[in-house]
């Protein structure tokens, strides 16, 4: 079985790429989905979460999200914090459901914030949706209606595309300059040969 991480900037059209790998026979695990359900359901991201933030964090059975929004925006050491409640308990969930696929032969992973949050290491190959910053700044404004000083900020907040281009192990222009249905025949043509 080959295992690949999805990921990219905030409007890179990581999500569309992960259908369009799904639509090719490639189950995906969105992370930030599955991260979500784990919030609410995982007892021990409930305990954890309670234990740092108080029984408010939860109301009604319920993620109090702007309660843990604020504490995990406030600093970089709140963040880390909430991750490391949060984030084992996603990989777990992944490799159990990496486990439940061992009979298909490819699996992706979906994760904007892949190397931040320590997925790269079990993930066999990498593949980095990349556009232009003008052009994913256009695209996030448009689809969660945000100002461009907010999109910057979650731009900011989240490791340098550069960065990931240069560690990824395919990259996927999504620009519009290049056929994304050829590239992405050509990804899974040399994933399906374990390549």
Known sequence: MNRIAITGGIGSGKSYVSALLEARGIPIYNADNESKRLTVSDMNIRKGLIELLGEEVYQEGMLNK?????????????????????????????????????????????????????FDDVVDAVVMVYAPESLRLQRAM?????????????IAAQMDDEEKRRRADYVVMNDGSISLEEQLDVLVEHLKKGK
Do not use: C, M, T
């Not at 448009?142 to 979650?154: F, Y």
């Open 66 to 118: 702007p309660l843990l929004a604020a504490y995990l925006f406030a600093s970089p050491e709140n963040a880390a914090k909430v991750n490391g409640i949060i984030h084992p308990r996603v990989k777990a969930d992944f490799l159990q459901w990496v486990d439940e696929h061992r009979h298909v032969g490819v699996v992706g992973l979906e994760s904007a914030i892949l190397y931040e949050s320590g």
């Open 142 to 154: 448009k689809r969660d209606q945000a100002s461009e000083a907010q999109v910057r900020a979650r």
